[in-house]
């Protein structure tokens, strides 16, 4: 792509399947010249579909459409010797390497970092894989299943009681693990100068889901009262109606927090006698009810279709939302607007719709402009070796890749925090632009440090807003307005997750701050970007993914769809968000323009039900819940099954003979291992539901911890299904330092995340959230330049406040 943000910057990938592709399609999108190295038999996705038809061929995969658009293919036997001196040969000239081997097989071919190093010192080498290059499971097997249930993320927040917990019906591990990849990756590369070369980013797809999604909410109370919660199968606890409702034609998440939203859902349901009672206005009180609560909307729901039910709350301020199917995503209106499906033509293929872009740059459009490569189609390509000397060691400490860059971050609650804290870690100095005349909601959540209820001590603020400082001021005051406008001048980025229109009604749109800081980038990420006939929709994160089709592939197989009952939309558009600043960055290194970043949060979400949208496009099938199954059917078993003790689980995949071998062997070769309806791969998908029930009833038996080193000795892809007060205790994520104790400037000790990717060069800040208004002096007077009378007027006017 002539022109994109990231054009010049040169990448090879040697991976397959869905998270090194993934994080290297993000990188082309936005045009990375991406040469795809492929084995002779190709990326397996070649053979995993979905096809038209459903007649395989290894040019016609959808899965392997969607994650490699763009890219240019070479065929490479790394395992020979002219295989590997070829494949030296490329990342010689190279920025950037994608991969997601097994890292013990990266060591045996001597294409470990160390290594590769040697051959290229400004290589920034970007490793994807399920539990990490470090640690005692990283030479485990493991698989996007295997991730995401050690992560926690299920046993917390997706299935019913008593039944197994659930992963949402795609890749989602593997997509949350890309995505962190691309952010960590691209500033470890525009941050060479400061960091004095390339480094090693080593993302575990586990790890980064249990620090940013399970443990940012949970770990904090887990460690200081030891005690935690699981998974209801309803939805968010903390008050109600607050779950998926089934309705007359399929289910709306109905999900109302705020008193006036309550009060909307009543004159939306005709304002009935029992919803009235003002107690009902207190979200608290409406939680202690759900009982209630739940029954009599649902009379209600059963009487009218998702899209009136979603069309009637959202007029009337309430934040409710149809549970979009894939084909109601993929034809919606709203994205037809946004020109979010795409167009390809492929030579065996012809022409076919794809997801574009997760994320609108005006000045730097992105999305796929090619479709994926024919295997081998660039034989013999190479990036030529830069003739630049490498980036020259630091005189002193090593600086961090985005040191230099200053953010006023005016995001609310979790999503905006997110992308906040991603920059914050990377290096970037980033200050929350937040009031007392309203409090973010975020400083609200229980539980508080050492049980004191006040707004500078919701533990889950401390960890969800590590690493963003704090500047007081009073919007609703013209004061306040130039004081921001002031800064935002000082700044390079300005995030904002509000609705469409508030930031231009406050006199902060991006016209206006162009004016004050021609080369800003603001960052803008409401929930379905900022024009289209869904451009005023009322969500949470929690309910975003009901408009993206992922809500609708979650569940146990034939039955409704179980909430996932907490935002992991939030955290993921976080980290996306960081990564789209970073790219927009990168566009004004290049050219020395700003611009105003649209994300649309429904678009970036929506790219982790790709393998289901092509399904769709290709053949019409509508997917539905999946429980634990494979996505695509390439693996049986794969799930999650009972072990000993209580509301204890394994995941088990197997992907292969070899791994089925492994599993029988474990097993002790029973009989019914040999039955011919067990026989093959294709055989036991077919027979899925009778062969989990065989490896059920097995595992039963067993402790998870003792079952999954067994089988991870027998070569099958297993690992314990974690619940929050596992995570503290797990030895791979205390060898990795996943969770750390800091002391907050109140005095009191608590546990947070800390630096959920490792990098090899540069090493992340992390600290608590702030406490309010705690870089006011520094921002107003060192910065700014305010007199000190000035100033104190301004604090004693409550302007600073």
Same mark, same amino acid.
């Given at each position: 792509?002539?022109?994109?943000?990231?054009?010049?910057?040169?990448?090879?990938?040697?991976?397959?399947?869905?998270?090194?592709?993934?994080?290297?399609?993000?990188?082309?999108?936005?045009?990375?010249?991406?040469?795809?190295?492929?084995?002779?038999?190709?990326?397996?996705?070649?053979?995993?579909?979905?096809?038209?038809?459903?007649?395989?061929?290894?040019?016609?995969?959808?899965?392997?459409?969607?994650?490699?658009?763009?890219?240019?293919?070479?065929?490479?036997?790394?395992?020979?010797?002219?295989?590997?001196?070829?494949?030296?040969?490329?990342?010689?000239?190279?920025?950037?390497?994608?991969?997601?081997?097994?890292?013990?097989?990266?060591?045996?071919?001597?294409?470990?970092?160390?290594?590769?190093?040697?051959?290229?010192?400004?290589?920034?080498?970007?490793?994807?894989?399920?539990?990490?290059?470090?640690?005692?499971?990283?030479?485990?097997?493991?698989?996007?299943?295997?991730?995401?249930?050690?992560?926690?993320?299920?046993?917390?927040?997706?299935?019913?009681?008593?039944?197994?917990?659930?992963?949402?019906?795609?890749?989602?591990?593997?997509?949350?693990?890309?995505?962190?990849?691309?952010?960590?990756?691209?500033?470890?590369?525009?941050?060479?100068?400061?960091?004095?070369?390339?480094?090693?980013?080593?993302?575990?797809?586990?790890?980064?889901?249990?620090?940013?999604?399970?443990?940012?909410?949970?770990?904090?109370?887990?460690?200081?009262?030891?005690?935690?919660?699981?998974?209801?199968?309803?939805?968010?606890?903390?008050?109600?109606?607050?779950?998926?409702?089934?309705?007359?034609?399929?289910?709306?998440?109905?999900?109302?927090?705020?008193?006036?939203?309550?009060?909307?859902?009543?004159?939306?349901?005709?304002?009935?006698?029992?919803?009235?009672?003002?107690?009902?206005?207190?979200?608290?009180?409406?939680?202690?009810?759900?009982?209630?609560?739940?029954?009599?909307?649902?009379?209600?729901?059963?009487?009218?279709?998702?899209?009136?039910?979603?069309?009637?709350?959202?007029?009337?301020?309430?934040?409710?939302?149809?549970?979009?199917?894939?084909?109601?995503?993929?034809?919606?209106?709203?994205?037809?607007?946004?020109?979010?499906?795409?167009?390809?033509?492929?030579?065996?293929?012809?022409?076919?719709?794809?997801?574009?872009?997760?994320?609108?740059?005006? +000045?730097? $459009?992105?999305?796929? &402009? *090619?479709? =994926?490569? %024919?295997?081998? #189609?660039?034989?013999? /390509?190479?990036?030529?070796? @830069?003739?630049?000397?490498?980036?020259?060691?630091?005189?002193?400490?090593?600086?961090?890749?985005?040191?230099?860059?200053?953010?006023?971050?005016?995001?609310?609650?979790? +999503?905006? $925090?997110?992308?906040? &804290? *991603?920059? =914050?870690? %990377?290096?970037? #100095?980033?200050?929350? /632009?937040?009031?007392?005349? @309203?409090?973010?909601?975020?400083?609200?959540?229980?539980?508080?440090?050492?049980?004191?209820?006040?707004?500078?001590?919701?533990?889950?603020?401390?960890?969800?807003?590590?690493?963003?400082?704090?500047?007081?001021?009073?919007?609703?005051?013209?004061?306040?307005?130039?004081?921001?406008?002031?800064?935002?001048?000082?700044?390079?980025?300005?995030?904002?997750?509000?609705?469409?229109?508030?930031?231009?009604?406050?006199?902060?749109?991006?016209?206006?701050?162009?004016?004050?800081?021609?080369?800003?980038?603001?960052?803008?990420?409401?929930?379905?970007?900022?024009?289209?006939?869904?451009?005023?929709?009322?969500?949470?994160?929690?309910?975003?993914?009901?408009?993206?089709?992922?809500?609708?592939?979650?569940?146990?197989?034939?039955?409704?769809?179980?909430?996932?009952?907490?935002?992991?939309?939030?955290?993921?558009?976080?980290?996306?968000?960081?990564?789209?600043?970073?790219?927009?960055?990168?566009?004004?290194?290049?050219?020395?323009?700003?611009?105003?970043?649209?994300?649309?949060?429904?678009?970036?979400?929506?790219?982790?039900?790709?393998?289901?949208?092509?399904?769709?496009?290709?053949?019409?099938?509508?997917?539905?819940?999946?429980?634990?199954?494979?996505?695509?059917?390439?693996?049986?078993?794969?799930?999650?099954?009972?072990?000993?003790?209580?509301?204890?689980?394994?995941?088990?995949?197997?992907?292969?003979?070899?791994?089925?071998?492994?599993?029988?062997?474990?097993?002790?070769?029973?009989?019914?291992?040999?039955?011919?309806?067990?026989?093959?791969?294709?055989?036991?998908?077919?027979?899925?539901?009778?062969?989990?029930?065989?490896?059920?009833?097995?595992?039963?038996?067993?402790?998870?911890?003792?079952?999954?080193?067994?089988?991870?000795?027998?070569?099958?892809?297993?690992?314990?299904?974690?619940?929050?007060?596992?995570?503290?205790?797990?030895?791979?994520?205390?060898?990795?330092?996943?969770?750390?104790?800091?002391?907050?400037?109140?005095?009191?000790?608590?546990?947070?995340?800390?630096?959920?990717?490792?990098?090899?060069?540069?090493?992340?800040?992390?600290?608590?959230?702030?406490?309010?208004?705690?870089?006011?002096?520094?921002?107003?007077?060192?910065?700014?330049?305010?007199?000190?009378?000035?100033?104190?007027?301004?604090?004693?006017?409550?302007?600073?406040?």
């Amino acid at each position: 792509m002539t022109g994109g943000a990231l054009d010049g910057l040169r990448v090879v990938e040697l991976g397959e399947l869905v998270s090194a592709p993934y994080c290297a399609r993000l990188l082309a999108d936005y045009g990375a010249d991406v040469v795809k190295v492929e084995p002779p038999a190709g990326d397996p996705s070649r053979a995993w579909g979905p096809f038209p038809d459903d007649v395989a061929h290894p040019e016609r995969s959808g899965l392997f459409h969607f994650l490699n658009a763009g890219k240019r293919s070479v065929v490479i036997d790394v395992e020979t010797p002219a295989g590997r001196a070829a494949f030296l040969d490329l990342v010689a000239g190279a920025d950037v390497l994608v991969e997601n081997n097994p890292p013990a097989r990266m060591r045996e071919l001597a294409l470990d970092y160390a290594s590769l190093a040697g051959v290229n010192p400004d290589l920034v080498m970007i490793s994807i894989t399920p539990f990490g290059q470090t640690g005692p499971y990283a030479d485990w097997r493991g698989c996007d299943l295997n991730a995401f249930h050690l992560s926690g993320a299920s046993h917390r927040y997706c299935g019913r009681p008593g039944e197994a917990p659930l992963e949402h019906g795609t890749f989602s591990a593997d997509f949350y693990g890309a995505v962190t990849a691309a952010a960590w990756g691209l500033a470890a590369v525009m941050g060479r100068t400061n960091t004095g070369g390339g480094q090693h980013v080593d993302v575990s797809c586990a790890e980064a889901i249990a620090a940013t999604f399970v443990g940012g909410q949970n770990i904090g109370g887990c460690a200081q009262d030891g005690i935690f919660d699981s998974r209801s199968g309803i939805g968010m606890g903390l008050s109600a109606p607050n779950a998926i409702v089934e309705c007359k034609d399929g289910h709306v998440w109905m999900l109302v927090l705020e008193t006036a939203q309550w009060q909307g859902l009543v004159r939306a349901m005709g304002s009935p006698d029992w919803a009235t009672v003002d107690m009902f206005d207190d979200m608290f009180v409406r939680g202690q009810n759900r009982d209630i609560i739940l029954p009599l909307t649902r009379e209600w729901t059963m009487q009218h279709g998702k899209f009136e039910i979603m069309e009637v709350c959202q007029a009337e301020g309430a934040p409710v939302t149809a549970i979009f199917t894939i084909d109601e995503a993929v034809e919606h209106p709203h994205l037809a607007a946004r020109e979010y499906i795409v167009e390809l033509e492929h030579s065996e293929l012809g022409r076919f719709r794809c997801l574009g872009a997760p994320f609108k740059l005006p +000045a730097s $459009p992105g999305g796929p &402009q *090619t479709a =994926a490569p %024919l295997l081998g #189609a660039d034989q013999g /390509i190479t990036f030529p070796r @830069r003739d630049l000397p490498a980036s020259p060691a630091p005189s002193g400490p090593v600086r961090a890749p985005l040191d230099g860059i200053r953010v006023a971050n005016f995001g609310w609650v979790w +999503a905006g $925090p997110m992308v906040g &804290q *991603t920059l =914050a870690f %990377l290096g970037a #100095a980033v200050y929350k /632009i937040e009031s007392r005349a @309203r409090i973010d909601m975020a400083r609200t959540i229980p539980p508080f440090a050492e049980g004191v209820r006040d707004t500078e001590r919701s533990l889950s603020h401390h960890a969800g807003w590590a690493g963003n400082g704090s500047v007081t001021l009073n919007l609703k005051t013209p004061e306040g307005i130039e004081l921001a406008r002031r800064f935002i001048a000082e700044c390079d980025v300005v995030v904002e997750n509000f609705a469409p229109g508030v930031m231009e009604r406050l006199g902060l749109g991006y016209p206006e701050l162009a004016a004050v800081r021609p080369d800003l980038v603001m960052f803008s990420m409401p929930a379905a970007g900022l024009y289209g006939p869904l451009r005023d929709l009322r969500t949470y994160g929690l309910s975003l993914a009901s408009i993206t089709g992922m809500d609708s592939l979650t569940g146990y197989v034939g039955g409704p769809p179980i909430p996932m009952e907490n935002a992991y939309s939030d955290p993921y558009n976080g980290i996306m968000g960081a990564y789209a600043i970073l790219v927009a960055l990168s566009h004004r290194d290049r050219t020395g323009e700003g611009q105003h970043v649209d994300y649309s949060q429904q678009e970036a979400v929506m790219q982790m039900v790709g393998p289901a949208v092509m399904d769709y496009v290709m053949n019409g099938r509508i997917a539905a819940p999946r429980g634990n199954r494979h996505p695509l059917d390439r693996a049986a078993p794969h799930g999650v099954f009972p072990s000993s003790g209580d509301d204890r689980w394994i995941s088990i995949a197997v992907r292969d003979e070899s791994e089925w071998q492994g599993l029988v062997a474990a097993l002790g070769a029973p009989d019914w291992t040999g039955d011919p309806v067990f026989a093959s791969s294709e055989a036991r998908v077919q027979n899925v539901d009778a062969l989990h029930a065989r490896v059920a009833e097995w595992t039963a038996g067993f402790d998870n911890r003792e079952l999954a080193a067994t089988l991870q000795q027998h070569g099958v892809a297993a690992a314990p299904v974690s619940s929050v007060g596992d995570l503290l205790e797990d030895p791979h994520f205390r060898d990795r330092g996943t969770f750390v104790e800091v002391t907050h400037p109140l005095g009191f000790s608590e546990t947070i995340y800390g630096a959920y990717v490792k990098t090899s060069r540069s090493e992340a800040g992390v600290g608590p959230g702030p406490i309010m208004g705690q870089d006011n002096e520094h921002v107003f007077l060192d910065l700014l330049g305010l007199p000190e009378d000035t100033y104190r007027k301004l604090v004693a006017d409550e302007v600073i406040h």
